[in-house]
C-alpha cells in the first residue's frame, strides 16, 4: 500500500460565450462556480440572482429552462462570457483563484462589433478584465455580484442592474 498524496486536479473551464449578431451589450462574469459547472449552465446555482434579476428585468415569467434563458438573453441583446478561461480553484469564491488564464475578448468583440457596453458582474469580474484587458476601451459598468456570497438584498441588486436595460 502506497501512502502517496494524490493532487487533486482543481483546474476548471469557462463556457463557450453566448451572443448573437444582435448583442449590444456583454455581461462578463469570472468563471463558473461548482454548482454551474455541474449543471453545465452559466450561473446555474439556485439562489444565485442573475436569470431571476434577468427575467424581472425583460418583464418575462422565470423559467429554470436553460435554452429559454439563453434565448431571452439574446432576444434582448445581451451576450454573456466569463473574463477568465481557465483557473484552479477549490471552492467558487474569486477570491481563491489561482493560475488563471484569460478568454480571448479580444476576438469576440471583434467578432461582435454591436457590442458598445461591457457589463461586470462583480469586482472579480472586472479586477481581472483590467488586468488583461486595459487597452479595450468600451464603456464598462460594474454591477454588484449576483453571487448568493454577495451581500447586498435581490432587491437592490434588480435596481442597480437596471442599467443593462439602457445600455
Known amino acids: 500500500m502506497t501512502s502517496e498524496i494524490q493532487k487533486i486536479d482543481s483546474s476548471i473551464y469557462s463556457f ?14 469570472t468563471i463558473p462556480g461548482k454548482e454551474s459547472l455541474r449543471m453545465t449552465e452559466y450561473y446555474g446555482h439556485s439562489r444565485n440572482a442573475f ?16 435554452r429559454f434563458k439563453v434565448e431571452t438573453l439574446l432576444q434582448n441583446g445581451i451576450a454573456l462570457w466569463d473574463v477568465l ?17 484569460p478568454n480571448d475578448i479580444r476576438s469576440f468583440l471583434s467578432a461582435h462589433p454591436g457590442i458598445s457596453k461591457i457589463i461586470f458582474n462583480g469586482k472579480g469580474a472586472a479586477r481581472y478584465f483590467s488586468k488583461y484587458f486595459a487597452d479595450i476601451n468600451l464603456p464598462n459598468q460594474v454591477l454588484p455580484s449576483t ?16 442599467v443593462v436595460k439602457t445600455a
Not at 16 to 29: E, H
Not at 51 to 66: A, E, G, H, Q
Open 51 to 66: 436569470w431571476k434579476i434577468i427575467f424581472k428585468l425583460y418583464n418575462v415569467p422565470f423559467s429554470t429552462d436553460y
Open 16 to 29: 463557450p460565450p453566448i451572443a448573437n449578431s444582435m448583442s449590444k451589450v456583454l455581461i462578463l462574469g
Open 85 to 101: 478561461r481557465t483557473c484552479e480553484r477549490q471552492s467558487s469564491l474569486d477570491t481563491d483563484i489561482k493560475m488563471e488564464g
Open 147 to 162: 453571487s448568493p456570497a454577495h451581500a447586498v438584498k435581490w432587491e437592490e441588486k434588480l435596481v442597480i442592474w437596471q
